[in-house]
């Protein structure tokens, strides 16, 4: 008899993992697809593994709450937000703490994303 395939779904709370490497920043998971999904309302966990830290651009620009200027200024370490919009993908970049970068909806061009709820499906050809 064939085993069910498990439905993925979301969780309170999602656990996103910065790293740097030769110039790159690196954020797994990367998107909905490999995991990044949240209930509306949850929280994320960014843990830093940079020293000095780094910025999360976020679109929308006020995807969490309490989110001055589209952006998270995040510590070495884990830097926890909730969640301020419902049903919308959050596509996502990081930088250096002292530079800027725009969230694109691609990874291949440097985005990565976090499902929160469940987005309309006019967002669903979006989500890479």
């Not at 030769?22 to 998971?29: L, T």
């Not at 000095?52 to 589209?70: H, I, K, L, Q, S």
């Not at 510590?75 to 959050?90: F, I, K, L, R, S």
Request: glycine fraction near 10%; include cysteine; charge should be neutral.
């Amino acid at each position: 008899m064939a085993e069910a395939k498990r439905a993925r779904t979301a969780a309170a709370a999602l656990q996103i993992t910065i790293t740097y490497s030769n110039g790159n920043w690196k954020c797994n998971p990367p998107n909905p697809k490999a995991g990044a999904r949240v209930d509306n309302g949850g929280q994320v966990n960014f843990h830093c593994s940079q020293q000095g830290g780094c910025r999360v651009y976020t679109d929308p620009p006020d995807a969490f709450a309490n989110e001055v200027n589209g952006y998270e200024q995040l510590n070495q370490g884990d830097n926890t937000y909730t969640c301020a919009v419902p049903d919308v993908y959050v596509y996502y970049c990081v930088s250096d703490p002292q530079s800027s970068c725009t969230p694109s909806k691609t990874k291949a061009t440097g985005g990565y994303s976090i499902q929160v709820g469940t987005p309309t499906m006019e967002d669903e050809g979006h989500r890479k």
